[in-house]
């Protein structure tokens, strides 16, 4: 998980926040993180196996809601 955090970060998608610094931020929600696997193609066409980081964004919070809610 952490390489694909990584990968997340260096691409502009995730920026990690410590809990310290999240709680600083008003109304802050958060989501659970998980890993599936996943079939991909390589630059030859054949299918290979991939792990992709999911973010479970219908996961309700402190208030019942999703974030996508």
Same mark, same amino acid.
């Given at each position: 998980?952490? %390489?694909? &955090?990584? /990968?997340?970060? #260096?691409?502009?998608?995730?920026?990690?926040? %410590?809990? /310290?610094?999240?709680?600083? &931020?008003?109304?802050?929600?958060?989501?659970?993180? $998980? &890993? #599936?696997? *996943? /079939?991909? #193609?390589? /630059?030859? $066409? *054949? &299918?290979?196996?991939?792990?992709?980081? %999911?973010?479970?964004?219908?996961?309700? $919070?402190?208030? $019942?809601?999703?974030?996508?809610?």
């Amino acid at each position: 998980m952490k %390489t694909l &955090i990584e /990968e997340d970060v #260096i691409h502009d998608f995730s920026l990690p926040l %410590t809990v /310290e610094c999240t709680m600083k &931020i008003p109304q802050a929600l958060a989501a659970p993180l $998980g &890993i #599936i696997e *996943q /079939e991909s #193609i390589d /630059e030859l $066409g *054949q &299918i290979t196996k991939k792990d992709h980081m %999911t973010h479970d964004q219908t996961f309700p $919070g402190p208030s $019942g809601l999703s974030v996508n809610k």
